[in-house]
T-cell receptor, first 111, second 113 residues
Framework: DVKVTQSSRYLVKRTGEKVFLECVQD?????MFWYRQDPGLGLRLIYF???????EKGDIPEGYSVSREKKERFSLILESASTNQTSMYLC??????????FGSGTRLTVV | DAKTTQPPSMDCAEGRAANLPCNHS???????VYWYRQIHSQGPQYIIH???NNETNEMASLIITEDRKSSTLILPHATLRDTAVYYC??????????????FGKGTLLTVNP
């Protein structure tokens, strides 16, 4: 089975900190994605990547950046964490036409 | 991507078939229909997808109408563990920026004992 591993299940950070959320997949998938999920707003796409070093903005990229230096790893970076970035963050990967596989999520709290 | 319309909630008795509808009247010829579900506190899970023909796998069946303007996801024998939010999404399967999935609000399926 494909595994998508997110480095932390729960994370608490202070306002203004730089935060790194790591995501690793083990099946050589081309596409990787970062979503956030908030009550009442559903899943919203932050950034995605369809190849190494390629990245594209999703629907809500402001305040975030990403890095994909290797095919298996896609990192989400919060440059200066703010309280409105408190959320559940979900990473996914996909081999084209086979559907996304999601990680378990990271629940980030910014205080 | 074409928009989809799903009922906000549905109920189903345990052991019965659950039929979840989805309208996608503006779907393009090269757009696939995907279904995912999300059980509380977990990441979404891929269920099935199709283009024109009906599809079946170990989890579910997907019935797409001939005009492709709507589809139905069928869980043949629903269990309590199938209680989840079900998302219907349409997407092309080519071109870098086209790979993203846009999740709507989905249908909350509650399977009752």
């Amino acid at each position: 089975d494909v595994k998508v591993t997110q480095s932390s299940r729960y994370l608490v950070k202070r306002t203004g900190e730089k935060v790194f959320l790591e995501c690793v997949q083990d099946m050589d998938h081309e596409n990787m994605f970062w979503y956030r999920q908030d009550p009442g707003l559903g899943l919203r796409l932050i950034y995605f990547s369809y190849d190494v070093k390629m990245k594209e903005k999703g629907d809500i990229p402001e305040g975030y950046s990403v890095s994909r230096e290797k095919k298996e790893r896609f990192s989400l970076i919060l440059e200066s964490a703010s309280t409105n970035q408190t959320s559940m963050y979900l990473c996914a990967s996909e081999r084209i036409t086979q559907g996304y596989t999601f990680g378990s999520g990271t629940r980030l709290t910014v205080v | 991507d074409a928009k989809t319309t799903q009922p906000p909630s549905m109920d189903c008795a345990e052991g019965r078939a659950a039929n979840l509808p989805c309208n996608h009247s503006t779907i393009s010829g090269n757009e696939y229909v995907y279904w995912y579900r999300q059980i509380h506190s977990q990441g979404p899970q891929y269920i099935i997808h199709g283009l024109k023909n009906n599809e079946t796998n170990e989890m579910a069946s997907l019935i797409i109408t001939e005009d492709r303007k709507s589809s139905t996801l069928i869980l043949p024998h629903a269990t309590l563990r199938d209680t989840a939010v079900y998302y219907c999404i349409v997407r092309v399967n080519s071109g870098g920026s086209n790979y993203k999935l846009t999740f709507g609000k989905g249908t909350l399926l509650t399977v009752n004992p």
